[in-house]
């Protein structure tokens, strides 16, 4: 898939330049690195960052008042400060699906005129509060911004890593229920 190739690319470029940021790389006894990548797509249609207004209007006129799939791949890498080549990597994706809002023209003007949709896969940020462009959510928050804490909780596990309270970062964070906890109660 995808996102998980890109998170695995970004994953590995940091990697690859650790040396040069960390002069002192060598005494570290264990590293993590994290990559991720989200797109989201509608009729076989990937929508990355839109790049220009015009992009971002388009795109957020074929989204409107429909679904789509948002998938975001995490890669995690356990590297080694005495030899960052060595590394044990873990890629995960995430699925989920966005229904959007039946929003206005003037809406999307208004919001295409403040840049913000530019910078994102879509068009568009699902935390944004002012445009609210999402009516309803089937997957998980934290994802869809751009980080699936759920994903990364995985990653970790599989590579004997934990990172307790993750939940509760993630919904201080987002400010929304965790799908990690809804996970663990079996939603």
């Known amino acids: ?7 695995r690319a970004k994953m590995d ?9 960390l002069p002192n790389l060598a005494q570290f006894e264990r590293l993590i690195v994290i990559g991720s990548d989200t797109e989201v797509a509608l009729d076989n249609q990937i929508f ?10 388009a ?3 074929q989204l409107r008042n429909r679904a789509h799939d948002v998938f975001s791949g995490i890669s995690v890498g356990r590297l080694s400060g005495q030899n960052p ?4 990597v873990a890629t995960r994706l995430s699925h989920s699906t966005v229904y959007m809002r039946p929003y206005t023209d003037a809406e999307i003007a208004d919001y295409v005129a403040s840049g913000a949709p530019l910078d994102k896969a879509g068009a568009y940020g699902i935390q944004d509060s002012v445009f609210a462009p999402v009516q309803q959510l089937d997957g998980c928050f934290a994802a869809v911004m751009g980080f699936p804490a759920r994903e990364l909780a995985g990653a970790l596990s599989d590579l004997g890593l934990y990172l307790p309270g993750l939940a509760h970062t993630c919904r201080r964070f987002t400010g929304q229920p965790c799908c990690l ?7």
């Open 181 to 187: 906890t809804a996970s663990r109660a079996g939603k």
């Open 59 to 61: 795109m957020l006129n």
């Open 85 to 88: 080549a060595q590394t044990a």
């Open 13 to 21: 470029a940091v990697a690859a330049n650790l040396p040069a940021l």
């Open 1 to 7: 898939v995808l996102v998980q190739r890109l998170s």
């Open 48 to 57: 990355g960052k839109p790049g220009s207004p015009a992009k971002a209007a």
